[in-house]
């Protein structure tokens, strides 16, 4: 892996400075790059700059381990730092480089002794007694038994202190979990890449089966219909049922059957179990003796649609064939979207853990330096601020997906108790115009009477509190929020209504799925992850209501949840 090229970027000019500013480099460059590492070389010479080294080398280290047993020294170690690598260096121990700064300031020979001394020891610092003076070395923890980064800093060891190496490994440690973010990113688009051949060539097999074969989705509606499907039951056209209500499809086709009524029931009864069905057979009204399977999909529990299989039994030992081959497809076809779905889960798992080791290390230091406030200029006090705030923004992110995950998959249950909508409207408010009085942003309340309803109060103010985070946060200034609450027939309505930017009318439909965001906002360069919805939609739900959005664009939006009431 060859060194990238430094970005042509003023925030990354060589200046020097303190460990903050090469931390609010690396948290705000490399953690925001997801396909390379191109600003790593500038914060290599920030590294160079600011504690004057001689040079920074960040590598990869050679996996193969040293011939003897590395010690583990509790003491810096003095040797001689040479160009020549030691005798029992095999080839392919050399480090892969990821970045260097100065360009080409550290030789083969030099490279092939630091790849010696990575695999030795864990952290180690190297002191000569003459030039080059030094070198420390600093790791990422291993992950898989593999380090994805380690740094080399060259120059006289004797000013290193306790924030050198501690800039150094955090360094080290962002740049890892770029690495294993940009790695997992590129196995999880293969294996949707992988899904998609996958499902294309379903789709074609689906198209040319000779069985019938019918697929809706967990909505009910028609996503394949084979043309032999078509034949079997008089549809014209099969393939434009894709989108229609499986329904309509059923009335259509009940004529086919020499008793519709029974058709009709004994489909809905089938639908209702939701159990596999094999070999159910049904007389038609033209003396045929159609056959039929029925298949749920299911996903780690979940269900995502149904599958309708039909054969003509003139043939039985051929179409008993097909038959079979066609539930291997399927079969193979559901364990494809298991793997993927948990694949899904467990890079939500590792991105979030792997985000907090270096998270935790940065916050660590930040609260250690900003204990000594008394020695900090007012510009190193806000590098403190940079770092904290970025800290803080990628805990709220990883801590969104974490819940919007076990949300779907029904493992953080609901603590009903009676909640008073009005009191909790009012209460919203309350908590959140301190802050936006800040923004210049007035947030007005206005409730009306109503009954009390079974709610979980801290999950319902969760979801208050996002609709007002955003109607602050797309609003202008010195404009007006209005959050009002009124109960009508038999359910609750919560209006959350701003004056601000509003939403692309094509746009509206899509903002509750995960990380969709309307594209006005991210033009302005509003922050923002796209979760906050879809937490919104999921916890009404699971309530029993609904949430809605009225926008129009350039003159605001209202977002309003609709829950049922207590009868």
């Known amino acids: 892996m060859g ?76 040797t001689q730092l040479t160009s020549q690598p030691p005798t029992h260096l095999a080839t392919g121990q050399r480090p892969a480089v990821l970045a260097m700064y100065p360009p080409g300031s550290v030789d083969e020979g030099l490279l092939a002794r630091i790849g010696a001394l990575a695999l030795a020891r864990r952290d180690t610092v190297i002191a000569t007694t003459g030039p080059p003076a030094g070198v420390l070395l600093a790791r990422s923890v291993p992950a898989g038994g593999q380090c994805l980064c380690a740094l080399a800093l060259i120059g006289d060891g004797a000013g290193w ?29 293969r294996s949707h890449a992988a899904l998609a051949d996958q499902t294309e060539r379903l789709n074609c097999l689906i198209a040319s089966a000779i069985p019938g074969v019918l697929m809706t989705d967990e909505q009910g509606t028609v996503t394949n219909v084979s043309e032999s499907f078509g034949e079997m039951f008089g549809l014209a056209e099969p393939g434009r049922l894709a989108g229609t209500p499986a329904i309509a499809v059923l009335h259509r086709i009940g004529r086919v059957f020499a008793d519709p009524v029974r058709f009709t029931r004994r489909i809905a009864a089938v639908v ?72 899904r889960n467990q890079f939500l798992a590792i991105v979030s853990h792997e985000l907090r080791t270096p998270l935790t290390s940065i916050v660590s230091f930040s609260e250690l330096i900003r204990g000594e406030a008394e020695g900090l200029t007012p510009e190193g006090i806000r590098f403190l601020d940079i770092i904290e705030r970025n800290a803080d923004r990628m805990h709220r992110l990883v801590g969104d997906l974490l819940m919007l995950d076990r949300l779907e998959a029904g493992a953080l249950p609901l603590d009903l108790a009676p909640v008073s909508i009005a009191d909790l409207a009012a209460e919203a408010v309350r908590s959140a115009a301190p802050a936006d009085a800040k923004q210049g942003i007035d947030i007005e309340v206005s ?33 007006r929020v209005l959050v009002t609450a009124g109960y009508h027939g038999d359910q609750w309505r919560i209006d959350v209504t701003d004056s601000g930017i509003g939403i692309p009318p094509a746009e509206a439909g899509q903002l509750f799925n995960r990380f969709v965001r309307a594209s006005n906002a991210r033009t302005a360069g509003l922050p923002g992850t796209g979760l906050g ?17 009225d926008s129009t664009l350039g003159r605001g939006s209202t977002f309003s949840v609709i829950l049922p009431g207590p009868g």
């Open 3 to 78: 060194a990238p090229q430094a970005r042509s970027d003023p925030d990354l000019a060589v200046k020097g400075g303190s460990a903050a500013a090469i931390l609010d480099v690396a948290v705000g460059k490399i953690l925001r790059d997801d396909t390379a590492l191109g600003a790593l070389p500038a914060v290599l010479a920030r590294l160079v700059a600011a504690f004057g080294l001689r040079a920074a080398v960040a590598f990869q280290p050679p996996t193969q381990p040293p011939t003897q047993p590395p010690s583990q020294p509790t003491a810096p170690v003095t």
């Open 161 to 189: 202190n306790d924030e050198v190496r501690a800039t150094a490994h955090a360094v080290a440690a962002i740049v890892a979990t770029q690495i294993r973010h940009a790695n997992d990113i590129a196995r999880l688009e």
């Open 272 to 343: 209702r179990a939701r159990q596999p069905l094999t070999g159910e057979q049904i007389r038609a009204a033209d003396g045929r003796t159609l056959e039929g399977d029925y298949w749920p999909v299911l996903v780690d529990g979940l269900y995502r649609g149904d599958i309708w299989l039909a054969w003509d039994m003139s043939d039985r030992t051929e179409l008993e064939q097909q038959r079979l081959e066609a539930q291997r497809q399927l079969t193979e076809q559901n364990e494809r979207l298991r793997k993927l779905d948990e694949a």
């Open 447 to 479: 409730t009306g009477e109503g009954p009390i309803v079974a709610a979980d109060h801290r999950r319902l103010m969760q979801v208050l509190e996002n609709l007002i985070a955003n109607a602050v946060k797309f609003s202008h200034r010195n404009q």
């Open 533 to 549: 919805l879809s937490i919104v939609k999921v916890l009404t739900e699971m309530h029993g209501g609904h949430v809605e959005v």
